[in-house]
Nanobody, 115 residues
């Protein structure tokens, strides 16, 4: 059983920065992908960024150049550095781990961009 614990959301002004972190525990195999989705009420969940076990990354076009995903494989953690935040980045952000055709989700952390 894999568990994910997220931290780091909050309230920030437009143009500000936040860092989200996610720690995975449990039986984690070497080959897996970790990353972040986000979802606003009434909308579909959207992939924000992901990083595979070998370091390859994928970003939503809307966050390219502003967000950076990183991992510490030894600690099974993934982080998302979010810079130049915009109003439209306001969402609940969910950490995920995809492994052996199964996806585990974190509980979600709220990010609010407001002046």
């Amino acid at each position: 059983q894999v568990q994910l614990v997220e931290s780091g959301g909050g309230l920030v002004q437009p143009g500000g920065s936040l860092r989200l972190s996610c720690a995975a525990s449990g039986n984690i195999f070497l080959i897996h992908t970790m990353g972040w989705y986000r979802q606003a009420p009434g909308k579909q969940r959207e992939l924000v960024a992901s990083m595979s076990h070998n370091g390859s990354t994928n970003y939503a076009d809307s966050v390219k150049g502003r967000f950076t995903i990183s991992r510490d494989n030894a600690k099974n953690t993934v982080s998302l550095r979010m810079n130049s935040l915009k109003f439209e980045d306001t969402d609940v952000y969910y950490c995920y781990l995809h492994m052996r055709a199964q996806t585990t989700w974190g509980q979600g952390t709220q990010v609010t961009v407001s002046s």
